[in-house]
């Protein structure tokens, strides 16, 4: 009954992998070797701070290695939080395709959270708790009783992030092992994204206005919270808690390129599928033009 989904769940099908198998686990790590950093030191925020230059190298490759461990145990966070999002669209969304398709998801997100993890803890040797920001996202999504809003949240929203943040680190890291383990993350990532659209597309047709007002609404704010997500608290209480304030903090993060590169990567995806699903309305188009994402509305969805 629902032919696009069909073949979407054909593809998931064909092109499921092992975690245990696929990846070469044999690959060494060294989140110290300059010579294969797994992000240039002009992705990494803490450089436009006048402290980094009076650091030693030592303490270079130190904050380097925290802050991209910092950065892997988010989307960690991330994939947990759809894992478990999974669960709950499959058993919710109203289509039997779609429900097929569902548990090829929940696979593939248990899949993420074993080998992001696996990556953390046995080759960086390091992993943060989640973010407050993103810890927000994940438990509004999970306890939301609209199934739409669920997918609206974690495949519009998080998985839209997550594929384009992994686009772009997979294009920048010279990390062999992590660019082979996005490989194969984002070919299923892609899938979950064409998921929400899908599905979505079909049902916002059905809603009211003050239906679609409200999930107008919804949508900003999670916008909002991811937007502020990469701030890096948990980083910097860990290295300059007792160097700056907190505020000074996020004021070079909101304007370094680590920030601007996120921004870019995350809403180039999203916010054109939010046009596409009919949530980028003229009443809402500047509240999105204030934040500064309303330019990529006229990208591919």
């Known amino acids: 009954s629902f032919p696009e989904m069909q073949k979407l769940y054909e593809a998931a099908k064909k092109n499921q992998w092992n975690a245990t198998t696929d990846v070469d686990w044999s690959i060494d790590v060294d ?33 380097r290695h925290g802050m991209m461990s910092w950065i892997l145990s988010q989307f960690l966070h991330g994939e947990q939080g759809a894992l478990f999002a999974a669960a709950q669209t499959t058993e919710s969304v109203p289509w039997m395709d779609a429900k097929l398709f569902g548990s090829t998801q929940v696979v593939d997100e248990g899949r993420h ?6 990556y953390l803890v046995d080759k960086l040797e390091k992993r943060y708790d989640i973010n407050d920001n993103l810890y927000v996202i994940i438990d509004a ?16 929203m998080v998985e839209g992030l997550a594929l384009g943040a992994f686009g772009a680190i997979r294009h920048f890291t010279k990390e062999p092992l992590l660019k082979e383990i996005l490989r194969y993350i984002i070919s299923d ?20 206005d003050k239906e679609m007002r409200y999930r107008e609404e919804w949508a900003f704010e999670v916008s909002l919270l991811m937007r502020n997500r990469f701030l890096a608290h948990e980083f910097y209480d860990e290295y300059y808690g007792q160097r700056m304030s ?34 980028l309305s003229d009443r809402i188009r500047p509240r999105y033009a204030e934040i500064g994402l309303l330019q990529y509305e006229s990208g591919k969805s």
């Open 141 to 156: 999504i999970m306890t939301e009783s609209a199934w739409d809003l669920k997918f609206l949240g974690m495949q519009i």
């Open 246 to 279: 907190r505020q000074d903090w996020d004021a070079v993060l909101m304007e370094s390129e680590l920030m601007n590169f996120f921004r870019r990567v995350m809403f180039k995806r999203i916010v054109p599928n939010l046009k596409r699903i009919g949530l």
């Open 113 to 118: 959270v074993e080998v992001l993890h696996a």
């Open 189 to 208: 990532e892609a899938r979950h994204v064409h998921y929400g659209v899908l599905s979505l597309s079909k049902y916002m047709q059905e809603l009211s």
């Open 31 to 63: 989140p110290y070797n300059p010579e294969k950093p797994i992000l240039p030191d002009e992705l990494i925020s803490m450089t436009a701070l006048p402290i980094w230059r009076n650091l030693s190298e030592e303490q270079r490759c130190e904050q």
